[in-house]
């Protein structure tokens, strides 16, 4: 049985930093791409960062470059999303999911596997 648990949300204020995790089982980790997507209320989910099997590469959506970084530990099944700066355009439940074969990074119906979410509030 796959398992995504995603961890490390919470409220924050403008300017503020969180780090969110997200333990995957059930599954080969190192074979799979991973992905962080948001959804804010009334909102598409949106591509926020993906990250390699190796972890060696990385992808951005253009409004959080620069500010938030993604990245993995195979040996823990983990994937992590550190936020910094955060602003209260960024308040949405976050989600990770992973994608074993190719595909679009940017893409959210491209990834086989979802976890189910954590709340990022960023007040003002």
């Known amino acids: 049985q796959v398992q995504l648990v995603e961890s490390g949300g919470g409220l924050v204020q403008t300017g503020g930093s969180l780090r969110l995790s997200c333990a995957a089982s059930?599954?080969?980790?190192?074979?799979?791409?991973m992905g962080w997507f948001r959804q804010a209320p009334g909102k598409e989910r949106e591509f926020v960062a993906g990250?390699?099997?190796?972890?060696?590469?990385?992808y951005y959506a253009d409004s959080v470059k620069g500010r938030f970084t993604i990245s993995r530990d195979n040996a823990r099944n983990t994937v992590y999303l550190q936020m910094n700066n955060l602003k209260p355009e960024d308040t949405a439940v976050y989600y990770c999911?992973?994608?074993?074969?190719?595909?679009?990074?940017?893409?959210?119906?491209?990834?086989?596997?979802w976890g189910q979410g954590t709340q990022v509030t960023v007040s003002s």
């Open positions: 999911a992973a994608r074993l074969y190719g595909g679009s990074y940017y893409t959210a119906n491209e990834y086989d596997y």
């Open positions: 059930g599954i080969t980790f190192g074979t799979y791409v």
């Open positions: 990250v390699s099997r190796s972890g060696g590469r990385t």
